[in-house]
């Protein structure tokens, strides 16, 4: 069965702390990992990612035009992770221009078939895609208690 993720349910707190990750990490390009779960919304079996947790990761580059996470970093994250029952639904990290992906996140999405969660240091705002033969921008939705399941 084919599944499109469709929207991301994200709260504030965790958007915040996001952003703090980000001008902690500025002028380098921050990144991190989306916990959560997901659940079908529709008969085309389209999905929402609901974020529970961030687990911060070292921008292995230090780089301020790319980010890369070393290997054994992310398998222990992934581990972490399924540990508490959750799986990553999205891969967080910022860009100094738009908040929209660069030919070489186009590159990584195809191998990561998740959210990509983007923070623009330049607008100071977020948004979020997925790649399916094409980049389609993803529904971001936010509140200060979230409660989703």
């Not at 399924?82 to 910022?94: C, D, M, P, Q, T």
């Amino acid at each position: 069965m084919y599944l499109l993720i469709i929207t991301i349910t994200i709260s504030q707190e965790h958007l915040r702390r996001l952003e703090t990750i980000a001008k902690e990490r500025y002028p380098a390009e921050a990144c991190a990992l989306l916990e959560g779960n997901t659940r079908f919304v529709d008969s085309q079996s389209n999905e929402v990612a609901s974020v529970r947790g961030i687990v911060p990761m070292r921008n292995a580059d230090e780089s301020v035009y790319t980010f890369r996470i070393d290997p054994n970093d992310l398998i222990s994250a992934y581990k972490e992770i399924s540990s508490r029952k959750l799986e990553v639904v999205g891969i967080f990290h910022s860009h100094s221009s738009e908040a929209f992906p660069s030919l070489t996140d186009t590159k990584y999405m195809e191998l990561n078939p998740v959210v990509w969660l983007i923070y623009s240091t330049l607008s100071h705002s977020f948004a979020a895609y997925i790649l399916d033969n094409m980049m389609i921008k993803v529904n971001l939705e936010s509140s200060s208690l979230h409660h989703a399941s």
